[in-house]
């Protein structure tokens, strides 16, 4: 099987619970299936950091977003987050804290997009 470089990329917050879990659903099979995973969360999306949206966040029929991200944790996914979005919603770093998620700024998500095989948004 070809292992791929996949990047996904998560836009959907609280707002949209189900398409939010779908993504990391999606990326954490990528990395069960043994591709390399990079996430990028922005615009809504960067709520989802926070511990209490990771621990309490369901999706329809996508599943529990902790057990998601725990895989991701796990397996040293990198997490890229906009760190605009992040300052709009605010998000802190004391948010980012044991999440192997970093914040950073828009060029990185054309560079990632740029170098990954396969782009997903969510």
């Not at 070809?2 to 998560?10: D, H, S, T």
């Not at 944790?73 to 760190?83: C, G, Q, T």
């Not at 970093?102 to 740029?114: F, W």
């Amino acid at each position: 099987m070809w292992m791929a470089k996949i990047l996904f990329n998560i836009t959907n917050g609280t707002n949209n619970p189900t398409k939010s879990s779908l993504g990391f659903m999606l990326a954490r099979t990528a990395v069960e299936e043994g591709h390399e995973v990079q996430v990028f969360l922005n615009a809504d999306a960067v709520s989802l950091i926070r511990k209490p949206v990771l621990e309490n966040l369901v999706g329809l029929g996508t599943g529990v977003l902790k057990e998601h991200f725990d895989v991701l944790l796990k397996a040293k996914v990198p997490i890229y987050v906009s760190a605009m979005s992040c300052e709009i919603r605010g998000v802190t770093e004391d948010d980012l804290k044991n999440t192997n998620s970093m914040k950073v700024l828009p060029k990185t998500l054309l560079s990632l997009s740029l170098e990954a095989d396969r782009t997903f948004v969510y």
